[in-house]
């Protein structure tokens, strides 16, 4: 492992994937009343207790993002490509992105009424961290000169390369050809 390979953005997003990890299992995110069998009590519980299944689905994304920054570090310093079809970098940043989303929905739909459940520390260092990962994600791709859009072509031309046409089908219509008709007039600005 030669961490002397790792750019900046990766740095960044590493730092921010061990926070947000941290910041998922170790501190709470909510205080408040929770119902128990004796009655209410009051309590702080983190971002996997009394989450439901969307609070669940919303973690499992933070997860992924944690987990997408510290591998883009790992796979660097280890020099290991991954196959996947757009840049390590650009699912970091994506992921980090969809992370900070779901921590504000996570603030703005608690787990209880608003009234009775406030938020704790631990939401918050999630929501710095996630906003680290989605940075330091994005200055990977620019550090490596990768872009959403190339990302998204390179997605587009893996997909149209696996998806052959049926036989019996016809080909792309004039609309979704790519080509341009000789016959028209270019357009005018």
């Given at each position: 492992?030669?961490l002397?390979?790792?750019r900046r953005?990766?740095?960044i997003a590493?730092?921010?994937?061990?926070?947000l990890?941290?910041a998922?299992?170790?501190?709470?995110?909510?205080s408040?009343?929770k119902?128990i069998p004796?009655?209410p009590?009051?309590t702080?519980?983190g971002?996997?207790?009394?989450?439901g299944?969307?609070?669940?689905?919303a973690?499992?994304?933070?997860?992924?993002a944690?987990?997408a920054?510290v591998?883009?570090?790992v796979?660097?310093?280890?020099?290991r490509?991954?196959a996947?079809?757009?840049?390590?970098?650009a699912?970091?940043?994506?992921l980090?992105i969809?992370?900070?989303?779901m921590?504000?929905?996570?603030m703005?739909?608690?787990?209880?009424?608003?009234?009775?459940?406030?938020l704790k520390?631990?939401?918050?260092?999630?929501?710095?961290?996630a906003?680290?990962?989605?940075?330091?994600g994005?200055?990977?791709?620019?550090?490596?000169?990768?872009?959403?859009d190339?990302?998204?072509?390179q997605?587009?031309?893996r997909?149209?390369?696996?998806?052959?046409p049926?036989?019996?089908?016809?080909?792309?219509?004039e609309?979704?050809?790519h080509?341009p008709?000789?016959s028209r007039?270019p357009p005018?600005?």
């Open positions: 492992m030669d002397g390979k790792l953005g990766e740095v590493a730092l921010g994937g061990l926070l990890l941290i998922l299992f170790f501190f709470d995110w909510y408040g009343f119902e004796v009655g009590a009051s702080d519980f971002a996997w207790d009394s989450a299944l969307l609070g669940f689905v973690d499992l994304v933070i997860l992924a944690a987990l920054a591998s883009l570090a796979l660097t310093a280890t020099s490509t991954v996947l079809p757009v840049a390590a970098s699912l970091t940043a994506s980090g969809a992370a900070v989303g921590i504000l929905l996570r703005i739909f608690q787990p209880g009424s608003n009234a009775q459940i406030d520390f631990g939401i918050l260092l999630a929501l710095i961290a906003l680290i990962v989605a940075y330091g994005w200055d990977s791709m620019k550090e490596e000169g990768t872009t959403f190339s990302a998204r072509d997605l587009r031309s997909y149209a390369r696996q998806q052959a049926r036989p019996g089908t016809a080909g792309p219509s609309a979704e050809s080509e008709d000789e007039p005018t600005a």
